[in-house]
Each structure stands twice: as C-alpha cells, then as structure tokens.
C-alpha cells in the first residue's frame, strides 16, 4: 500500500457502524452486505488519489455514508435480471431459452408459496408420484404407452443410456456425434453412462447395413441423434428413424432416439419445415424417445422420456431418476403448458415460443414501424432508423436450416459506432440484446413482445445519449 497521508483519519468499520444512519441500514440490510460495502468503500478510498490535504475524520464519516447505499445497492442487484431479446432468436439458450406463458407462472406461484400435492394421492389421502401430474398428458399429447421427465435432455439420454445399456455398445452413426452447447457430447454422455459407443458409417454417410455389420451380442441399443445446431449438405445419406425401427424389430434390438426439440405439434404446414412432433416420431416406430422442454414445446427445462412401457417403466426406478428428477415449480409449469396443448389451437397462440414462430410476417412488421415511432418521439433527428426485412432462427438447436421473414429496426448514428450503441443496450434498463449488421444495430421484432415496445424505445434513445 502506497504511503497516502490523506486518508490517516479514516473512521473504522466498526466506528461506521455506530452511526444511526448505518443502524438503520442495517435494519433493512443483512449486517455481512453492510460491512461489506463498507469496507470496500473504505478500500477504494485507500487505494485513491493521495494528493492534497487529509479530510477530518468526520468529513470522511460523511463521505463514506453517502457512497454506502449505492454500494449495497450494487452488491444487491438481482444477479438474474429480465432482459429484451432483440436478437432474432426465438429459443435462445443464453437468454433462458422458452419464456413462459402466463398459464405456467400462475401455477408455479399458486404451488410453490405453500404446500401442494406434489407426492400426495389427495382422493385415496395417501403418497403418489410426483409423475402424475404430466405422466397422462404427455402419454395423451404423444401417444406413448409410457411417459418419464427428468431435469433435462441430457439427463434423459443418460438415464436412458445407463438404464437400459450400461456395460454394452450402443451403436451411433459417426455423423450423428453431435456437441450441443459446449458441455454436451455424445460421446461424453455415453461414457458417463458406462454404455460403450460403437460408431456406424462416416460423418456424412451411414447406411443401414453400417449399423447391421455393427450389431454384435453385446449391442443393447441403436441411437439415432437429432443433428439439432448443423446441417451435412452435399454427398450424404442417412439412416431415418423408421429404418433404424425396423432394423431394431428385426434384430431384437432397441431404438432409441434423442428428438431434442420437443415439438408436440407439426409445423410443416405453417411453413416451419423439419419439426417433427414427438407423435410423429414414434410412429416411426423407435421404442423411446427423449427431449427437452423448453425448446420447441416451449415450457421450462425438463428432459421428456415417451416409449413403451418395458423400456420406459423401469427407468422411473432407476437411481439416477432420483438424483435428476423435476422440482415442484418446474413440474406445476410443464403442466400447465401441456395443458394449453389439450387444444391446438390454443396452444398455437398461448405458448409463447409457438407464438413467436408463428406470428406472421406483416405483424412483426407493423410492430417494428411501432417502434420506430416511439424511437422517433424521444431520440434526436441524427439517429437513423428504417424498418428492414431479416431472418429469425428458431434457435434451440432446433432446426440449423430455418429462417422465418422478420423485420428489424435498424439503428445507426453518424457520431456513435454501432458496437457502442450494442454496448450501451446491453448495460441499459433493462438490457436489450440485439444483432450487429452492415454497419447498423438490428432489432429483430419477432422476439420482442407488444409490450416490450416501449421499454424497448426509451432503451435505444438512451442508448443514443453520451455514457
Ligand atoms: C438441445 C438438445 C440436447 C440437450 O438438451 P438439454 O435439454 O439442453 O439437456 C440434446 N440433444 C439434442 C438433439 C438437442 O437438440
């Protein structure tokens, strides 16, 4: 520490905290948040400017009380904050992939603030699964014989892989060998699972006489892997689930696939092409089928087990289904949402990632005109902003190939770069996460909500004005 005269009379920590004005922080306060603050206002003092003559201890008193608030503020900050999503990425796993529908938080709000019949048969008066309340809806909304859920995908391919081929091969195309986000490989998950990977084919063409030649006595299952964030084009040929089923059937074997995206409804129709519904998918005819919930299905994170009961029903009694199992609040929003599904129709406006994905065209457009005039009411004539047309991602590792029409504002400004607007958004109130084109801010409006709209303008008239 350098020598700084200045701050010999700096008052200590515990002479701050006789003061009343910390007393009464302190009552609203946890006393660790408070003498942390000050201690390190007490520290950024030390660690200043040593020039010019030492305040008395009382002045520094004072000082030090006027920063203290600000500093616990900070140090109290919800470390998990809304954020506007401007990005054109519908399930955008860094943002938290699916935003809820309203349906889903009420439930978890009238669960979770007392008690619920979580494990509790409330007709017979006795202990029940914590299943129950989403078992028969999946099995109604997929058609499986059998339904299981767990904390997420990953989870469910590896209690999959566990349960049903721990200490035998299992046998994966080498262009199914996917890596989703970073920490989830396939290869790693298998190996954790104790099950041995047996790889069939080259990256871009497996056959299914590849996987025939692969199957030995020791094979327990045959995987297929939705390729959710990549796409093989040119000189390629792939097995599809319903071979892979038949191949199965004949040779005693199991198919399991990983769906991932959950989608419970076909979209093909709506101009969405490559979500398959988990119905369509075992129809196929692979006896299991694992996803996630807050993709395409667009509820909150869960790992989705459909199938027949003789593979599914004993992997509820596994051990690890307890150690990834579903919590109370994450259970009461999976079931509300499955109940928007009841009705298609319903579901199409009420889930908001569908919503999103379905909203047509015009209507994102109008919302972007919308939000060049309320831009326009509070910026300066120097921000330009014109309304073009764009390509939102599905995201989610969903469908690599897809881009629904959308409009973007675009925003730029002769004095301010267009990565300092970025930054200033994305420290603003509330942060508003966007995309960096052709020397212009791009706002998508697909993923922004009516109203968001105007939080989302006073964000980019601040974001013109000087730091
Ligand atoms: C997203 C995805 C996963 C991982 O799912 P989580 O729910 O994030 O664990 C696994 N497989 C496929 C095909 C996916 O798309």
Redesign the pocket.
Known sequence: MPDNKRVRNLPSVASLLERDAVKSLLRSHPRAVVVGAARRVLDAIRAGDAEGSAPSRNTWTDRILERLPAEIAAEEALPMRRVINAAGVVVH?NLGRAPLPGEALAAVAETSRGYCNLEYDLDAGERSSRLAHVEGMLRALTGAECAHVVN????A?LLCLAGLARGREVIVSRGEL?E??GS?RIPDIMAESGARLVEAGTTNRTRIEDYERAITGQTALLLK??R??FSIHGFTEDVSAAQLARLGGRAGIPVLE????GALIDLAADGIPGTVSLRKALDAGPGIVTA????LLGGP?A?IVVGKEELVAPLKKHPLSRALRMDKMRLAALSAVLRLYADERRARTGVPVLRMLLEPEERVRARAFRLVRKIRARASAALRLSVERGGTSPG???LPDVFLPTACVAVSHPEVPEGKLLARLLRGDPPVVARLGKGKLLLDLRTVRDDEVPALAGAVAEAEKND
């Open positions: 796993t997420n995908n990953a989870a391919l996917v989703i986000g989830f892997v939705h959710s964030n990983d769906q991932g995206s996630s919930g807050d993709k994170q790992g989610g590792g969903a």
